[in-house]
């Protein structure tokens, strides 16, 4: 473990400079505070890949995130900005003398426009917080597999991949409008923030989009600055303004209006054919959520606690029903007549197709107890419960046809890697965005959290990635791996002085969550 002399002339230096920028009560360098901060459920820690940061910093608002920067920038030390801090593998330090940018005196919803249709928020907001004020007015946002207790900015700067995707695409099409700190120190704002500071319903210019430099395939990874301000849109929403839920935790329920929600769980023989539904579905520009779940899903979300998960396991309560199975969510958007015709439609694609329900306990037992997590998601962390932590394989964004191959390819590895990799059973998730127009396949798995397993999988992982690029194909992992990642990537699919010329531009002294996005050292 990382020692730090925190008595050094250096280091009370730097901390009287952040003491002066953010207040006395906003910095820690104790080591139980710091000691908090350098590792959660992913391999990085329990490999001893990650330290402790030197100080943690609690900036408030985007005038004293700038100062935070600038201090950095003069002491040359390194910061990682973060959000809910749900995700260490790229936002945990593995350099000394690292600083966290913790925004937890920016949790504000700062402004609904109900007229326009977009809300302007801060990083710390959570997705539940923002879901659950637009729903009072009639509007919604979609909530990615992390859970909506993480955060609403990050999920948009990151992946973006939500439950509601068949209808509204992935997360960071929502961005609108910009207050970025760029890792110089300088305030970049963007779309109609750049014209008018208290209006954020545009994203476009003036001039060149600059919302690609955080975004990409998995987000910048905290290479280059902070976010403090971002508008997001909003959609309309058919539910009730109060989201339903009944029970303690965790035996809870939530069913929603039935007049203008109704859930299908349709299974298939094959994934081939699961994946035609799919598109069929999406052809006829019908639901709000179509996902196709691993098996391995259905018992992560259900289960409430890791005894119930393995004995339902073993028991096959779901394997043996929701194999090549798919979900659907029908939406009344606009009145109960809708869901009635979207009803029909549905069910007369579902005979076409071959199409069989699950059985009927499996449906009550899952639908009111997990199923609405894919509008509003609270389980999403319980996957993390039967191992300690998971791996994924191969995570393109590509055609709804070419997920077949990606999972195909997954089962091999997981076949062949089991154990340490955990009882699975076909861990294909697909999911299908913009009405089937593309999709996303990842291969999920719960694995042995021993540092010997996981080194020598998350090896294995490095290898096969640098094998599919030498053949030039992009597999998804990659980008998860962040700034070593597009080292090898870069100069293959010819972007690497891209990235590279953007990176040192705005961060010469390189300073923001190095070596992410790139390695320019």
Known sequence: MQKVDRNSERHQHILKAFQAAVGEGNVSDSPATVNAYYGDWLPPKTLGMSVPPEFV??????????????????????????????????????????????????????????????????????????????????????????????????????????????????AYRNILGLEWVLPNGEILRTGSFSQDADCGFWGEGPGPDLRGMLRGYAGAMGGVGVVTRMAVKLHPYPGPKVWPCEGRIPNQTSTLPEDRFKWYLVKYNSLEEAVKFMYEVGKAEIGGVVQKWPTVYYIWWWANSNEEYWETWKKRVFQDNVKN??????????????????KRVLEDIIKETG????????????????????????????????????????????????????????????????????????????????????????????????????GDLMNKLLAMTKEDLQHGIENGVGPFLGGGYHAMAGPVFKYDKLLKGIKKAIDPNVVSNPPNNYPIE
Request: net charge negative.
């Open 57 to 170: 910093v609690l900036p408030d608002g985007t005038m004293e995130t700038q100062a935070v920067v600038k201090i950095c920038n003069r002491f040359k030390v390194p910061f990682i900005p973060v959000g809910s801090n749900q995700w260490s593998l790229t936002s945990a330090p593995n350099r000394p003398g690292t600083v966290i940018i913790d925004p937890k005196r920016m949790g504000s919803i700062l402004e609904i426009d109900e007229k326009n249709m977009y809300a302007v928020i801060e990083p710390l907001t959570t997705l539940a917080q923002l879901h659950a004020e637009a729903n009072k007015r009639g509007l919604y946002i979609g909530s990615p597999e992390a859970s909506a207790q993480s955060s609403a900015m990050a999920g948009h700067l990151f992946q973006g991949m939500w439950g509601v995707g068949h209808r509204l695409g992935v």
């Open 355 to 454: 199409g069989k329900s699950v059985s009927q306990e499996v449906f009550d037992m899952w639908v009111p107890r997990t199923a609405n997590n894919w509008i509003r998601d609270t389980n999403g962390s319980r996957m993390m419960r039967p191992s300690g932590t998971f791996l994924a394989l191969r995570l393109p964004t590509d055609t709804l046809q070419s997920s077949i191959g990606v999972c195909k390819l997954g089962y091999e590895w997981v076949n062949k890697f089991t154990p340490p990799i955990l009882d699975s059973d076909g861990p294909d998730w697909i999911g299908g965005y913009d009405f089937g127009h593309f999709g996303f396949a990842e291969t999920d798995f719960p694995v042995e959290k021993r540092a010997e397993d996981l």
């Open 325 to 342: 199975a798919v979900g659907v969510c029908l939406w009344g958007f606009t009145s109960s007549k809708q869901l009635e015709y979207e």
